[in-house]
């Protein structure tokens, strides 16, 4: 008779714990499709033309001037600590806010994210201050991280900032895992960060690279990376409080497609890029037609880039953007390339940084750091006119970094791109391994570029 | 502290208990006594010292354990508290219940780690057809007269409703990864010496 009751209350346990499960997982859906950005509205604000000579031509395209051709370069992070994986989002008052990460002595363990506003109305950044660190992480998590990592800002569809970066385990970015916090004073305050658990061996070894899209329910696509064991891109959807609800697998592990990225060209339409490991140095690209319900196998695109992190942005009249490294310059130049039929075919707009051959070409340390010290003052306005001194402490900051393989190496890496409400293009990077570059490219400049004949 | 994260750094503290209730110490300690341990190790796992609480540096390697791997932990505590009393599941039961963590195992590591281009833990986010087919196996484990197993199934399904952790799949509260080569090794190890056991018959 006990038996028999302890089966009857199993058999009861049992029902009810299922129909809570179907209950809850009937009320879990989400439709494809994706929300196309916001419309450019505000008028376009004039950017001060630079005044290298350099810039301007490189602006202009060479042999073929613009009229109004506009860049306005920044450093944007400042000295003491290292700095990379810059990710920007523009905020309500049409300012840009940008993070980043930065590094001490003690690496990875005394990394911390970082975050400033560029203010266009006055042209300059604001004064840098730490977001978020691997001791508040820990702290907040309640366990034990190796560091922090990558950071992505986005808007969610509710209208807050949300941050996500990756944190670090014992196996360093094998074993990394993302958190999200975010702030409602647009990133003045931030929640305590909160795991994202996306991989069921551990939590090991997703990481995030690129921006955040919607999908036209308000869900959100997190275009990630899983490297541990085997490395292949992923899209984790979240939705509007932030938990995972789904992920969708780009392609399958071995063909070494990194740091996804995708572009929304319509309510259905998208192409995700990525970085790849193959041999004809080129982008790897994944289309989805029926607003991201099924993604086509990964095909090689006509993107050349050497296995380096790119951004790319997709605008409103259809023409796709992307900044990246030229695989036969290595990251010693970044350019600004366009493409007005959907991916199938790229051109260079302007080449925003360029530095190729310099490595090899036998400079005395004190020829190297004489150029290092050039390309700082044509970096910020704040370093043009500065005395030796004040470019004293930026060029012992990039100095090391550009001596450290023996020659004159600069490297520019990891780009961010956004477009404003303004339409303006802000472009970031990480610049020599030190600091953060920021430069504003004027949309009308953009669009006559992109029309002219190739 | 949320329940996600006592959850999570109780189950470390838990599993640390296991190993040290086995010194030969402890074991000659009185139920009262071992009860009273027990409780004074668990506090220690849990005070934070130094901004992180010795859980929390298990936590911070291993990911949070499934619920499935508290139940197990939770009946092997019983037993080791109460030394005198009937252990809560025979050798049929929890050989079952790891014959099904060894075959879930090995449906979801290989592939959600990359072979092949389909994704076994996507169907922990909500999906309706993995919730059904779990809900036929507890059945059939009931009207096998099996207990342990459904309990199981049924714990992790429910911890996944009211969201007791910080995931949202359904696989991360039936299985994790030490859970998995536990139930490997052992079922392994129980074939091998059936195996045995025929031969020499």
């Given at each position: ?13 049992v ?5 809570l499960?179907l ?21 376009a ?30 450093l ?44 266009p ?8 201050q ?105 899209i ?15 392609a ?16 259905k ?18 289309a ?20 380096a ?29 366009g ?19 310099l ?46 393989q ?49 | 502290?949320?329940?996600t ?5 109780s189950?470390?503290a ?5 190993p040290?209730?086995?010194?030969p ?30 859980a929390?540096?298990l ?10 791997t ?34 879930m ?6 592939f959600?780690?990359?072979w ?23 059945l059939?484990?009931?009207r ?18 009211f969201?007791?952790?910080?995931s ?8 994790d ?13 129980g ?11």
């Amino acid at each position: 008779m006990q038996e028999k009751s302890r089966r009857l209350a199993l058999l009861a346990l049992v029902l009810v714990a299922f129909a809570l499960a179907l209950f809850k997982a009937s009320s879990w859906h989400f439709g494809y499709g994706f929300r196309l950005p916001e419309p450019v509205l505000q008028a376009a604000v004039p950017v001060p033309a630079p005044e290298s000579k350099k810039f301007r031509r490189g602006m202009r395209g060479g042999a073929n001037p613009v009229p109004s051709g506009r860049l306005e370069p920044h450093l944007v992070s400042g000295i003491g600590r290292t700095a990379d994986a810059v990710s920007l989002v523009e905020l309500k008052d049409g300012s840009v806010r940008a993070f980043w990460r930065a590094a001490g002595r003690g690496g990875a363990a005394d990394a911390a994210i970082i975050s400033a506003v560029f203010d266009p109305a006055a042209n300059s950044w604001s004064e840098a201050q730490e977001v978020s660190g691997r001791a508040a992480t820990r702290r907040s998590l309640r366990r034990q991280i190796g560091g922090v990592d990558d950071p992505v800002a986005t808007r969610a569809a509710n209208g807050a900032l949300w941050l996500f970066y990756g944190t670090d385990g014992f196996a360093a970015r094998r074993s990394s895992a993302i958190v999200l916090m975010s702030s409602e004073d647009e990133g003045l305050h931030w929640s305590a960060p909160r795991r994202l658990v996306t991989t069921p061996f551990l939590n090991f070894g997703t990481r995030i690279k690129a921006a955040p899209f919607v999908y036209a329910d308000g869900t959100m696509g997190l275009p990630v990376q899983h490297q541990f064991i085997t490395r292949f891109p992923e899209i984790l959807r979240l939705d509007q409080t932030g938990k995972v609800i789904d992920k969708q697998r780009l392609a399958s592990g071995g063909r070494a497609a990194l740091q996804p990225l995708v572009l929304v060209r319509g309510e259905k339409e998208a192409l995700a890029l990525s970085r790849a490991e193959n041999a004809e140095r080129r982008v790897l690209s994944m289309a989805t037609d029926d607003g991201g319900r099924h993604w086509q196998p990964a095909q090689t695109s006509g993107l050349r880039n050497p296995d380096a992190a790119l951004a790319a942005l997709a605008l409103q009249d259809g023409a796709l953007l992307a900044v990246l490294n030229d695989p036969e310059r290595g990251r010693e130049s970044l350019s600004l390339q366009g493409s007005v039929d959907g991916g199938a075919s790229w051109r260079e707009l302007t080449r925003l940084e360029e530095m190729n051959g310099l490595g090899n070409a036998g400079l005395a340390k004190s020829q190297c750091l004489e150029v290092t010290a050039h390309l700082l003052r044509s970096s910020d306005p704040a370093l043009r006119n500065a005395d030796a001194a004040q470019l004293s402490l930026r060029l012992a900051a990039a100095g090391p970094q550009v001596l450290r393989q023996g020659g004159c190496h600069f490297e520019f890496s990891d780009p961010a791109m956004i477009r404003t409400g303004n339409g303006d293009i802000h472009i970031a990077y990480t610049w020599n391994r030190t600091f953060i570059k920021h430069l504003r490219i004027d949309q009308r400049w953009l669009t006559q570029r992109l029309k002219e004949p190739q | 502290m949320n329940h996600t994260d006592w959850l999570g750094l109780s189950g470390f503290a838990l599993a640390s208990l296991w190993p040290v209730l086995h010194l030969p110490y402890i074991r000659r300690l009185d139920t009262l006594r071992r009860l009273l341990f027990a409780a004074a190790g668990y506090v220690l796992m849990m005070v934070p010292l130094f901004g992180l609480s010795l859980a929390g540096w298990l936590r911070g390697i291993i990911g949070d354990l499934s619920l499935t791997t508290l139940l197990l932990l939770g009946s092997a505590l019983y037993a080791r508290l109460n030394p005198a009393a009937t252990p809560l599941w025979d050798a049929r039961e929890r050989a079952s219940l790891l014959l099904f963590i060894s075959v879930m195992a090995l449906m979801l590591y290989p592939f959600a780690l990359g072979w092949g281009p389909l994704d076994p833990y996507r169907s922990g986010y909500g999906s309706i057809g993995l919730i059904v087919m779990l809900a036929l196996l507890a059945l059939w484990a009931l009207r096998r007269g099996l207990a342990l197993l459904p309990l199981a199934i049924a714990l992790a399904v429910t911890g996944w409703s009211f969201a007791c952790y910080e995931s949202t799949n359904l696989w991360d509260y039936l299985l994790d990864a030490p859970l998995a080569l536990y139930a490997l090794g052992a079922t392994a190890g129980g074939l091998l010496q059936q195996a045995i056991r025929r031969k020499r018959a």
